[in-house]
């Protein structure tokens, strides 16, 4: 299957979760191959776009990334690996979670 493929399931998968601190949230997903198998050391950086703030992330053996303390805002996620083409998916929100009590 295509690389490109690859970088679409990629895509399906990005979940930007949040939790509620603050002013703060979190990026959380799993990264699969188009077979559906975890992607091992894939880069993922996020980058806030009204700033220009990064924060880098590496898939671990199970294909999960994890950029903690997020601050809230719009951001540009760009997936790289070697020997798969490179994609970014630009205007990923990242909200804090609201809860009442």
Known sequence: MSKLLWWLCALLLLAASAY?????GAMTATVKDSSGLAVLGATVTAIQNAIGS???AITSGNGIYDIPELPVGTYTVTFTLKGFQTMSL???VGAME???T
């Open 20 to 24: 509620g601190q603050a002013n703060r």
């Open 54 to 56: 990064k924060r880098v």
């Open 90 to 92: 630009r205007n990923v």
């Open 98 to 100: 609201h809860t009442t």
